[in-house]
């Protein structure tokens, strides 16, 4: 079975520069999540998917992050413009989670490391 | 408060010692409980979940102590494998499962 994936793996860019990172996730995993990992630190979830829409964003900083998941598969996060403290991997995770069951397990992907210069 | 902790390490420990990880979190409500591990520039992959009654797999145990909000790890007979950050990670199922982590714990195994 296919893992997630995602593209790029590295970045650099300039402040105020815009950046675009893409994920597909596990095929027939219905949720999918964007999780930024600073360094030293765990990841910290930026958004939240359940098919196509949107379930939780309340840690993702809208006036320069976007993320969408349009047909309810892949999806593309989307920082604009980028601050120096954006420097982090940008981990895409999914799992097969249904609302109101219990908990399961979320497979990550290899990740983006995003350096802002 | 941060709403789980742990002690970020790193613990050095020789090959074959027993060490054990501690995690606290804040929010009562949370339902499912997790370990996690992350080599180095690698992503998290999980290790076990940890259930009320503690589990075991393998050399790894779990534990689970509602009342006082904390989550342990045991390792047994360490290899220099074992070498990484193991994250602490709580779930809440207000609806949507939301995962939180843990700044990790790093672990480093020496012959």
């Known amino acids: 079975e296919a893992g997630v994936a995602q593209s790029p793996r590295y970045k650099i860019i300039e402040k105020r520069q815009s950046v675009a990172f893409w994920c597909n996730p596990i095929s027939g995993h219905a949720t999918l999540y964007w999780y930024q990992q600073i360094l030293g630190q765990g990841p910290k979830l930026l958004i939240q998917?359940?098919?196509?829409?949107?379930?939780?964003d309340s840690q993702l900083p809208k006036d320069r992050f976007s993320a969408e998941r349009l047909k309810g598969v892949d999806s593309t996060l989307k920082i604009q413009p980028a601050k120096l403290e954006d420097s982090a991997v940008y981990l895409c995770?999914?799992?097969?989670?249904?609302?109101?069951?219990?908990?399961?397990?979320?497979?990550f992907g290899p990740g983006t490391r995003l350096t802002v210069l | 408060r941060k709403e789980v902790e742990q002690d970020p390490g790193p613990f050095n420990v020789p090959e074959g010692a027993t060490v054990a990880f501690n995690c606290t979190y804040s929010?009562?409500?949370?339902?499912?409980f997790f370990w996690y591990r992350q080599d180095c520039r690698k992503e998290p992959k999980l290790l076990m979940s940890v259930y009320s009654s503690g589990n075991e797999d393998g050399r790894f145990t779990a534990q689970l102590n509602r009342a006082s909000q904390y989550i342990s790890l045991l390792i047994r007979d360490s290899k220099l494998s074992d070498s990484a950050t193991y994250l602490c990670v709580v779930s809440s199922l207000g609806g949507f499962q939301k995962l939180v982590f843990g700044t990790g714990t790093r672990l480093l195994v020496s012959p």
């Open positions: 995770a999914s799992s097969s989670y249904n609302p109101g069951t219990s908990a399961d397990e979320q497979f």
């Open positions: 998917f359940q098919n196509n829409g949107v379930v939780d």
């Open positions: 929010n009562s409500a949370s339902q499912s």
